[in-house]
């Protein structure tokens, strides 16, 4: 897809990357870059200008053969699938924004929760990514992909943006940057609000604010210092049963629990310092982050309790604090050239509380279970790079976690302290057989942290049965072979990898019940084939063509009656977009296919599938005034977000019961539709 150039992830500091911009203009710079894997890339910022979007979180959607969807409301954590996963909210994709993680570790509604409503698109850098367990640089929740984000320190001219559309949607964005002292000041600002399709408004009710100051030190070196501040609530239609649908007990986009929904704060401050020095780079970054979440939800209806109905409220009130420094040295291995980094990475999550509890239209009438959590992580890693000969390069890695946890709970058998380590060593070889062409093979170790609450567990909190415990990480190994080409036209670039990747096991804690849901050792293998074509001169200047394929293979390697295939992995995806600006028009428009799923063990019940147009035009009617229109599910495909399988209750119905008497529930499909065609438009004023 985009410029394979990771340059940027690697080599600047993890608060900017304005320099691959620049790079990402030519291939023949681009091919300049050392890359490690032909799944990596940069979206700059260009490229994001004319991508209609339905919701933030499709900023990630950038990633070839990443797909992003919503179970629930707004307001929440998307839904992510890449490489054969569902990756729920985040487990397997590590994402930073400014240099700081946004996966969650420990965290009340599901471990490595991503949320990027606080996202405000306009003042995206651009978009690094890479793919596989290859990187030394690359911890915590990264098996399956990276992705960082940043945002930019400065703008060309001021931004005043007004947005209205269906469902009423309203949205507000303004944002500039001045020079204040000897540096630059950049602020942003947006209001957002909206209803949504839903038969209950979601009532969305979002506030964003950003201010960022950037200092220049001299001699390029570079301190900038930014503070983000997020709040939202909402109203949520969670996923609903099918059979809901088909009696009419419900239309297509009503609800069962009308008081679902929660409200999410986020704020933090964070310094990123670059210096440049005669034989390398120096950078460090450091962040607090105050986040706090409240969550209602029902996705079962009255399957526990007939009476009351199966609604809980999810809650953390979190405190994320960490630093990450590390030093790139040029030079030589003998008569090769060589580059080597050396970096630490510190993080401390303070969860007081962290509370599952039953509730009836959000009054809380029982406590499941309440704790405190400490968690502290500390890696050092180092990474090599030396160019052997012209077309023979290695990156070798070596990286070591180790992490500390507490839990202090209502229940003492629940309560506990331990540790975890684990050792990933990295290798990727890089050949160039002809010009302009690379092939990678690559090979690594890397993990994803479980819930900690459920390495401390002896207890399930719901019923008093024993528990079993989990280890707090969880390896997994990676191998690719992947070739990248420049070769067969200017501004053109094609990449094809075969990848394979092996996790000892994929233990999950379950926010949702309170329990760890311990699952098998698993093997997903796949294909990926990207392009991405970009003429910089000539009649063709201004147009951007991309397109990707991803088919995946995801099963348990333990053989069980059950069945082997993983429910949820996504198997095959596919998107192409095209982006154009000729004078005072410009046009972006983006299809996605995303395939159907296995949603049992023994592949009997699978997802449907769907496709989505997305289009956005653009006309400068002034030289400072644009407005512009964009059209979501242009065809109004009639399709899910999501699809799951498993057993609910509705009132009123009765329900099958097990041996010992106890309701089993109704088995069928539960879905979230897609959002039906949608027209919004909007004017922009640069001033």
Do not use: C
């Not at 990676?478 to 394979?500: D, H, K, M, N």
């Not at 849901?517 to 009649?539: H, K, V």
């Amino acid at each position: 897809m985009q410029s394979a150039a990771l340059a940027g992830g690697q080599q600047q500091a993890e608060g900017e990357l304005p320099a691959v911009t620049v790079w990402a203009s030519s291939d023949d710079a681009v091919q300049a870059i050392p890359v490690t894997a032909a799944n990596q890339g940069y979206v700059t910022r260009a490229q994001l200008e004319n991508r209609p979007l339905l919701r933030p979180g499709e900023l990630l959607e950038t990633v070839p053969g990443l797909i992003v969807t919503q179970q629930s409301g707004d307001g929440k954590a998307n839904q992510y699938f890449l490489r054969g996963f569902n990756l729920d909210h985040g487990t397997d994709l590590s994402t930073t924004v400014a240099g700081m993680p946004v996966n969650m570790r420990t965290h009340a509604h599901g471990q490595g929760y991503t949320d990027l409503n606080f996202v405000i698109p306009e003042l995206v850098s651009g978009i690094a990514y890479k793919k596989g367990t290859y990187f030394a640089e690359e911890g915590d929740f990264s098996a399956a992909g990276a992705v960082r984000m940043d945002y930019v320190s400065s703008l060309p001219s001021g931004i005043a943006q007004v947005e209205l559309g269906q469902h009423d949607y309203r949205r507000a964005v303004l944002a500039k940057s001045n020079q204040v002292g000897p540096g630059t000041l950049l602020y942003g600002f947006e209001w957002l609000g909206e209803n949504g399709p839903w038969v209950l408004p979601e009532g969305v009710h979002k506030l964003n604010g950003v201010l960022r100051y950037t200092l220049p030190l001299g001699g390029g070196e570079r301190l900038g210092v930014t503070a983000m501040a997020y709040r939202n609530d909402w109203h949520s239609t969670d996923q609903v049963p099918q059979r809901a649908i088909n009696e009419g007990l419900i239309p297509r986009f009503g609800n069962i629990d009308p008081t679902d929904g929660g409200y999410a704060s986020r704020y933090s401050v964070s310094a990123d310092w670059l210096r440049p020095l005669g034989n390398g780079v120096m950078q460090a970054n450091a962040y607090v982050i105050k986040s706090r979440l409240q969550l209602f939800s029902n996705f079962t209806y009255a399957l526990n309790n007939p009476e009351r109905g199966d609604q809980f409220e999810q809650f953390e009130n979190r405190v994320t604090a960490g630093a990450n420094v590390s030093r790139i040295w040029f030079g030589k291995l003998g008569e090769r050239d060589s580059e080597t980094e050396i970096g630490t990475q510190v993080r401390f999550d303070r969860l007081d509380p962290i509370t599952l509890a039953n509730s009836e239209a959000r009054q809380i009438y029982q406590t499941v279970r309440t704790d405190t959590a400490n968690e502290t992580s500390a890696a050092l890693y180092l990474r090599n790079t030396t160019t052997w000969l012209p077309w023979l390069r290695t990156v070798a890695g070596l990286r070591a976690d180790h992490f500390w946890y507490g839990v202090s709970g209502d229940n003492p058998a629940n309560s506990g302290n331990g540790s975890d380590r684990v050792i990933s060593p990295k290798l990727s070889i890089v050949m160039s057989p002809a010009d302009r062409t690379e092939i990678f093979l690559n090979w690594g170790r890397g993990y994803h942290s479980n819930d900690v609450r459920g390495a401390s567990t002896t207890v399930e909190p719901s019923t008093g049965a024993p528990a079993q415990k989990v280890s707090v990480l969880v390896p997994a190994t990676g191998y690719e072979i992947g070739v990248r080409t420049l070769r067969f036209a200017p501004g053109l670039q094609l990449s094809a990898s075969l990848w394979q990747l092996d996790i000892g096991s994929e233990l999950v804690f379950s926010g949702d019940s309170g329990t760890t849901e311990p699952s098998r050792p698993s093997r997903r293998t796949g294909i990926e084939l990207a392009g991405y074509f970009a003429p910089q001169g000539g009649p063709l200047a201004g147009l951007i063509l991309d397109a990707d394929a991803g088919f995946s293979r995801a099963r348990y390697r333990d053989h069980e009656d059950v069945g082997d295939s993983i429910p949820e992995s996504i198997q095959t995806t596919a998107s192409a977009g095209v982006s154009l600006n000729r004078g005072r028009w410009s046009v972006g428009a983006r299809a996605r296919y995303f395939g159907p799923r296995p949603l049992v063990e023994d592949n009997s019940v699978r997802s449907s599938s769907s496709f989505l147009v997305n289009l956005k035009v653009g006309y400068r009617v002034l030289k400072d005034v644009r407005i512009f229109a964009e059209v979501l599910n242009v065809f109004d495909k009639r399709v899910n977000d999501i699809d799951y399988y498993y057993a609910s209750l509705l009132k009123g119905e009765t329900s099958p019961v097990d041996a010992s008497g106890v309701a089993t529930g109704i088995n069928d499909h539960h879905i979230h539709p897609a959002e039906p065609r949608t027209f919004r438009v909007g004017v922009l004023w640069s001033f």
